[in-house]
């Protein structure tokens, strides 16, 4: 069974610049996560779909970052334009069941703003 | 506020030794508790999910207990190796208002020592 998949892996972008993150998630999984991981830190949850709905998207910074999953497949997620602090790592992870499943994790973006 | 705390930041032992790690969390009122791996640079791997009516889970020589009403939560690693060496994370999904909501604890950095 194929895992979470995402890309880039790494991006480097100046300050002001944007960026989009892709993931596509394990076959049949109607829910799908967007986290920022900073470094020596847990991840902290941006947004939750339900197939092409948005759950939570209580923490995501609206006025720079967006999130879309069309077709309730795979995501993308931006950010325009990048600050400095939004260098991180960004992980998807998916899950059958709506909030109660066990969560898998891709190998996430590692984003760098200079 | 929901939170999640995981101490030690760091630990290092011996290779062979069994060790606990361990989880707290503020509400008793959760729905599951789960634990992953993070090697670095890499997403979080799921190592076991407790439901909140389940005592415990196992998992080869890893064994993860629950106690709601303490609070408390510890991954139990036998025999232990330098393969085992990773960050570990717990993720405790709380129950808020009839909504659901994940919380990551910050982890801790495991070292085996040969």
Redesign the interface.
Known sequence: EAGVAQSPRYKIIEKRQSVAFWCNPISGHATLYWYQQILGQGPKLLIQFQNNGVVDDSQLPKDRFSAERLKGVDSTLKIQPAKLEDSAVYLCASSWMVNTGELFFGEGSRLTVL | KQE?TQIPAALSVPEGENLVLNCSFTDSAI??L?W?RQDP??????LL?IQSSQREQTSGRLNASLDKSSGRSTLYIAASQPGDSATY?C?V?FLIQG????V????TRLTINP
């Open positions: 999640v729905y599951n789960q992953f640079g890499k997403g979080l791997t799921s999910l994370l993720a999904r909504a659901q909501k994940l990551f604890g910050q982890g």
